[in-house]
């Protein structure tokens, strides 16, 4: 089985097709990283050269990520096993 799953690793990066393959599982992971609070009062719309934009709904929110972004940047790639987020910008 890890036989395809490396081809099809394989097949992506050729088709330039695999980091937007990755982009779009670190948005789906963004609930269940930063858990339910948090999910509430932010929505991950897009990642682009590492960076990925969050909206936040409010200031304060906005701060308290701040404190909190080393620690989530670690989370998502550790749980996409791969170094995809470098930075996170919340807007």
């Known amino acids: 089985m890890k036989h395809i799953a490396k081809s099809l690793k394989e097949s992506l ?10 982009s779009i599982k670190i948005l789906e992971l963004w609930p269940k990283v930063v ?12 990642i ?5 934009f969050v909206e936040v709904s409010n200031s304060t ?5 701040q404190f909190q972004k080393k620690d989530i940047i670690e989370k998502l790639n550790k749980e996409i096993k791969e170094k995809i ?7």
Do not use: D, M, P, S
Request: zero cysteines; hydrophobic letters at 30%; proline letters at 0%.
């Open 85 to 91: 987020v470098k930075e996170i910008k919340f807007k």
């Open 61 to 65: 929110w906005r701060q308290e990520l």
């Open 35 to 46: 858990g339910e609070k948090i999910a509430n009062k932010t929505e991950a719309n897009y």
């Open 13 to 22: 990066k050729k088709a330039g097709l695999y980091q937007g393959v990755k």
């Open 48 to 52: 682009n050269n590492g960076t990925l």
